[in-house]
């Protein structure tokens, strides 16, 4: 008997261990500009983004519970369209466990300006990676694929490049949609500069350094903070020539918005010779910032 239950429970955890899910999402669907008495349309319509995106295998691999990506989407609604479409904005953020300790590190935060979509009530939400059965499924299977391939980027050097791929290969499954951010004329942030950006060789650089960033840097902190701050100083050179070779790119952009903050708090517990050097370089290649690079100067730890 106690073979049996124990070839029971053997099965029952390597069911669990296939099923398991890919991402850890919280979803929110805001709609304080909309004057609409029927506010359940919006409870059904979160839930159902949240089960999309919870309940679907997105890697082929046996990911662990505590291995799951971290992801937060916030819609917020704008404008209904017509009976079951809408326009709205989309706060995507995808955060990373640092090894040793309970702090995760924003990989990547991103505001969608362009989120027109059709919603309608009680209708699953599908999915298929050969065709476009809806623009909401396609933005959702696309930002994920963006954010598993970022945490796949962190762990190893260039793992991320099939789910970019992917990513991709959805972009140009939208060339036809009516929805803007898919197309290359669409603008100078959107969809499908970010995923060209992170599939040209121009920016191995930059994805090569997420991995130096967090698997080099981070991830030893808990063991030698001098250690792990050296590793991510030795990221700046490659931001900085990234940033002359492509000027106010997107990806770029994207990188510093996830780490400014981030990069504060790690230098400022530097030496002053090196607060010194990183501020002046770190306000270089992303001036917007200045102001909180200026912080690291300013700090006496």
Not at 117 to 140: A, C, D, G, K, V
Not at 188 to 215: C, I, M, P, Q
Request: aromatic fraction near 10%.
């Amino acid at each position: 008997m106690r073979l049996k239950i124990s070839t029971v429970i053997l099965l029952c955890l390597s069911a669990l261990r296939l099923s398991a899910q890919d991402i850890n999402c919280k979803v929110q669907v805001l709609t304080p500009a909309i004057q609409s008495s029927d506010k359940q349309r919006y409870v059904e319509m979160e839930k159902a983004i949240f089960e999309f995106v919870n309940n679907t295998k997105w890697t082929a691999d046996i990911i662990q519970i505590n291995e799951r990506i971290e992801m937060n989407i916030v819609i917020n609604i704008k404008e209904q369209l017509g009976q079951d479409d809408y326009k709205a904005t989309a706060q995507i953020q995808c955060n990373r466990p640092i090894f040793g300790t309970s702090y995760n590190s924003t990989l990547f935060n991103f505001i969608d300006e362009e989120w027109t979509f059709r919603y309608i009530m009680n209708q699953p939400l599908e999915y298929n990676e050969n065709e476009t059965r809806s623009n909401l499924t396609s933005l959702l299977a696309y930002y994920i694929n963006i954010s598993i391939g970022l945490d796949y980027d962190s762990f190893s050097k260039l793992g991320g490049t099939p789910y970019y791929q992917k990513a991709r290969s959805i972009v140009n499954l939208c060339q036809g949609q009516a929805g803007k951010g898919w197309k290359a004329f669409d603008g100078t942030r959107n969809r499908f500069v970010l995923v060209d950006n992170l599939l040209d060789n121009s920016f191995k650089g930059l994805r090569e350094a997420y991995y130096l960033y967090h698997r080099l840097g981070l991830d030893v902190f808990s063991q030698n903070n001098e250690n792990g701050r050296a590793e991510i100083a030795d990221c700046i050179p490659i931001l900085q020539k990234i940033g002359k070779d492509k000027p106010n790119s997107m990806l770029l952009n994207v990188f510093f918005t996830a780490k400014v903050d981030e990069l504060v708090n790690i230098f400022s517990r530097a030496i002053p010779s090196e607060k010194a050097r990183v501020a002046q370089t770190l306000s270089e290649i992303d001036p917007t910032n200045n102001s909180k690079y200026q912080q690291i100067l300013k700090s006496n730890e």
